[in-house]
C-alpha cells in the first residue's frame, strides 16, 4: 500500500444492518470471509472422506474411527492456531495484514493435498490449520473495531452469515462432486486456486479499514522480536527431529499423532489463559471479566465438540447409513454438508434482526443456554436416527437436514454472541489474543471430539449421540442457575450500574 491511510473506516456511520452494505469496511471484510468460508467448508466436505477413501483410491484407506478422530484433530489444531494468530497480529502484523496472510496459507496448504503422500498431507493440514488460525480471531478483531456497540455487533456478526453462506453452500457441492466423483486430487487443487484469488483481492481492500489493524497494538522491540524467532526456531526445529525420528524407527503412526495432537489441545488453553490472566498490564476488573470470559469459552468449547460431529461421524453416517438416492441419481455424501450453510443463508437475517431486541430481555449467558439446548435436541433426534439404522437399514437423509438446521440455529447465536462479548471482556490492547484464547478453548472442543469420535467404533450409535446430549443440557442447564453473574460484566459495560441488580435474564 502507499499514501496515507484514510483516518475513518468508512464514510457512512454504522447505522442499521440494512445500511452496513454502504460501509466499505463491511464489504471488504465480508469478501475476505467469503473467500475463507470457501476454503473452511470445502475441506469439511471431503476432508473425512478422503481419509477412510482406500489407498488405491488416492485416499488415505483409515477406519471411521481414525478418520473421525484425523478430522477432530485437524479441527482443533486450526482452533488452537488461533491463539498464536491473534498474538503474531498484537505484536507483529496487525489484523489486516493478517487476513492477507492467513488466506496464503490456506491456499499453500490445499495445492500441498493436492499432492500424492502422506507427508504432502500433512504439511497441507498443518498449513492450512495455520492459515484458519491467522485469519478467524483477526477478521473478527476487525469486526469488534469497526462495528460499534454490543448489539450492532451482534447484529453485524449475524449479518455476515447471510452473504458467505451462498458460497459456502457452493463450496460442499463443487469440491464434494469433484473429489468423490472424479479425484480427491482435483477437489484439493480447486480449493487452492480459488482461495488463492481470495489473497488478492483481500489485499487490494485493506485500505476501507484504515487504521484499524494497520499495525501490532503492542508491537515487538527488536530484541523481543529476535527472541522469539530463537525459540520458535526451536520449537520447529524439535518438532521436525522428533518426526523423522520417529518415521525412521517405525513408532510414529496415525494413532499416536492423534493421541498427542489430542493432549496437546487439551492442555494448552488452560495455560494461555493463566498466563493472559497473569499479564502485569491487567487490572483487577481486568481479570474479573477474564473470569466470567472462562466460564463462557468453556461453554463454547462443549458446542465446538458437538459441532465438530458434522464434518466427522455426521458425514460417515451420511456415507453409511442415508438413503441418498433422488430419482435414480445417487448424490455424494458431501452434497449434506451443504445444509447447514444453506439454512444459515435463509436463518441469518432473522436473527441480525433479532439480536440487538432480544439483547435488552435476555443475558449472555441465557444465549448461551439456548443454543446449548437446541444442540443437545439435534443429538437426541440423532440418536433416533442411529437407532433406525442399526440393522443396516438405509434412512432418510432428512433425519440429518433436521439435525443441520438446529445446528445452524445454535452456531449463529454462539458465534454472534460469544465474538461480541469478548469485546466486553478483553482490554482492547490484548483482543487479539482474546479471541485466539476463544478459538484455542474451541481447539479443546476439537481435542474433545478427536478423542471422542474414535468411539464411534466401539459405542452403538445411540448411546453415543445421548451421551453427548446430556452433557450440552447439563451444561445449559449450570448457564440458567448462574445466569445474574454471568451476566454481570455486559450490565457494567453497558452503565447499567451494579451488576448484583437489574441484570437482564
Avoid at 81 to 86: E, I, N, W
Avoid at 283 to 312: E, H, K, N, P, Y
Avoid at 379 to 392: I, P, S, Y
Amino acid at each position: 500500500m502507499t499514501g496515507p491511510l484514510p483516518t475513518t473506516p468508512a464514510a457512512t456511520p454504522l447505522a442499521p444492518s440494512q445500511q452496513l452494505w454502504r460501509n466499505p469496511w463491511f464489504t471488504n471484510l465480508f469478501v475476505a470471509e467469503l473467500w475463507e468460508r470457501v476454503g473452511f467448508y470445502g475441506i469439511q466436505a471431503i476432508l473425512v472422506l478422503y481419509a477412510v477413501a482406500p489407498t488405491d483410491n488416492g485416499g488415505m484407506g483409515l477406519s471411521s474411527g481414525s478418520a473421525a478422530a484425523l478430522f477432530g484433530a485437524y479441527l482443533g489444531v486450526t482452533f488452537m492456531l488461533a491463539l498464536p494468530g491473534g498474538w503474531i497480529a498484537d505484536r507483529v502484523l496487525g489484523q489486516q495484514r493478517a487476513l492477507v496472510v492467513g488466506l496464503a496459507f490456506i491456499a499453500a496448504g490445499c495445492l500441498s493435498l493436492a499432492v500424492s503422500g502422506p507427508v504432502f498431507a500433512i504439511i497441507g493440514l498443518l498449513c492450512i490449520a495455520c492459515g484458519f488460525g491467522l485469519f478467524k480471531p483477526n477478521h473478527q478483531a476487525l469486526i469488534n473495531m469497526l462495528a460499534g456497540p454490543a448489539g450492532r455487533r451482534e447484529a453485524t456478526i449475524a449479518a455476515f452469515f447471510v452473504g458467505i453462506q451462498g458460497t459456502a453452500l457452493v463450496a460442499p457441492l463443487v469440491i464434494g462432486f469433484l473429489g468423490e466423483r472424479v479425484s480427491w486430487r482435483v477437489g484439493f487443487a480447486t480449493l487452492g486456486i480459488v482461495v488463492g484469488i481470495g489473497v488478492v483481492t483481500t489485499a487490494r481492500g485493506l485500505r476501507s479499514y484504515g487504521r484499524a489493524g494497520a499495525g501490532p497494538a503492542r508491537p515487538l522491540a527488536p530484541s523481543q522480536g529476535r527472541r522469539v524467532a530463537r525459540r520458535v526456531g526451536l520449537l520447529v526445529a524439535a518438532v521436525v527431529v522428533l518426526v523423522v525420528v520417529g518415521l525412521i524407527g517405525g513408532f510414529l503412526n496415525p494413532q499416536i499423532a492423534l493421541m498427542v495432537v489430542g493432549l496437546t489441545l487439551i492442555s494448552a488453553p488452560w495455560g494461555a489463559y493463566v498466563k493472559l490472566r497473569r499479564d502485569p498490564g491487567l487490572t483487577a476488573d481486568d481479570r474479573w471479566r477474564l473470569s466470567i470470559m472462562l466460564r463462557l469459552v468453556l461453554a463454547a468449547t462443549i458446542f465446538w465438540l458437538l459441532a465438530g460431529q458434522d464434518g466427522s461421524v455426521l458425514t460417515l453416517f451420511a456415507k453409511d447409513s442415508t438413503d441418498r438416492t433422488v430419482l435414480g441419481f445417487t448424490f455424494p455424501a458431501s452434497w449434506l454438508q451443504a445444509a447447514t450453510p444453506l439454512f444459515m443463508l435463509v436463518l441469518a437475517p432473522l436473527f441480525a434482526w433479532q439480536l440487538p431486541r432480544l439483547g435488552a430481555r435476555y443475558s449472555v449467558p441465557m444465549k448461551f443456554a439456548f443454543a446449548l439446548v437446541v444442540v443437545a435436541v439435534s443429538f437426541l433426534v440423532m440418536a433416533v436416527a442411529a437407532g433406525a439404522a442399526a440393522d443396516g437399514t438405509k434412512v432418510s437423509p432428512l433425519w440429518l437436514l433436521a439435525v443441520y438446521l438446529m445446528h445452524a440455529c445454535a452456531e449463529i447465536v454462539i458465534a454472534a454472541v460469544s465474538i461480541s462479548s469478548m469485546a466486553d471482556l478483553v482490554p482492547s490492547a490484548y483482543l487479539g489474543q482474546g479471541l485466539g484464547l476463544y478459538w484455542l478453548f474451541a481447539a479443546l472442543g476439537g481435542g474433545l471430539a478427536s478423542q471422542v469420535s474414535a468411539l464411534v467404533d466401539v459405542l452403538p450409535g445411540p448411546v453415543y449421540f445421548v451421551s453427548l446430549a446430556v452433557v450440552a443440557l447439563a451444561v445449559a442447564a449450570a448457564f440458567v442457575a448462574g445466569r445474574r453473574g454471568l451476566a454481570a460484566p455486559f450490565a457494567t459495560a453497558r452503565g447499567a450500574g451494579e451488576p448484583a441488580d437489574g441484570t437482564p435474564y
